[in-house]
Structures are given as C-alpha cells and as structure tokens.
C-alpha cells in the first residue's frame, strides 16, 4: 500500500471516529449522567412514553406515580428523560408570544 493510501485510510478512520464514535459516546455518559441524579419528586419520561412523577428509588428500578394512586415500577434504565424538578422554572410560566407563536425568553 503506498504512502497516499494509508493516509486516506488514516483520515477515514479520523473522520468515523469524529462523527459517530464521539457523539455516541457523550450521549451513553449523558444518559448515565441523568440516571444517577434522579430524585424523588423529578417528572419523567420512560422509554416507552410514559409520563409520571418519581415517587421512589432503588438502585436498580424506580417507582413512577402515572395517575393518582397508581405506581408502576420501572428499570432505572427505562427512564428516557427528566422534564421537570421540583423548584425548577415552571413551563406554564412561559408566555406565547402573539405574533411568532414561539415562547418567549423574558428572562
């Protein structure tokens, strides 16, 4: 293999790990990020799309309040998001703007 080859080969291998090896991996230590700060009273989304409100935590599964007294236990895994916590700014708190439609950022 001649010298113009191997660095074609090199630069490929360059231009992989940039575009997909990095941002998968900042996305695994993300997630892993926002499952270890989980707290009780944070909203979440599941993985499947359930929507709810921790109620506890173990360490390997959650409790998720979906509906009034009703709890489901869920792999700590499974939880796809965190949308709210408590003391956080409220969304409801966010007014429309009546030209663009957009929220606005009146911060």
């Known amino acids: ?12 291998f360059g231009f992989l ?4 090896i990095r941002p998968q991996r900042r996305r695994r230590v993300d997630s892993e990020r926002m499952l270890e700060s989980l707290e009780v009273g944070d909203e979440v989304v599941t993985a499947g799309g359930i929507f709810g409100t921790i109620t506890a935590l ?25 949308l709210a916590r408590p003391g956080d ?3 409801a708190e966010h007014t429309t703007s009546e030209d663009d439609g957009y929220p606005s950022r009146d911060t």
């Open 58 to 82: 173990d360490e390997d599964e959650v409790r998720v309040e979906i509906a009034p007294e009703l709890e489901v236990r869920v792999a700590r895994r499974a939880i796809g998001g965190v």
């Open 89 to 91: 700014e409220d969304e």
């Open 1 to 12: 293999m001649s010298a113009a080859g191997l660095l074609i080969v090199i630069v490929a």
């Open 17 to 20: 790990y940039l575009v997909l």
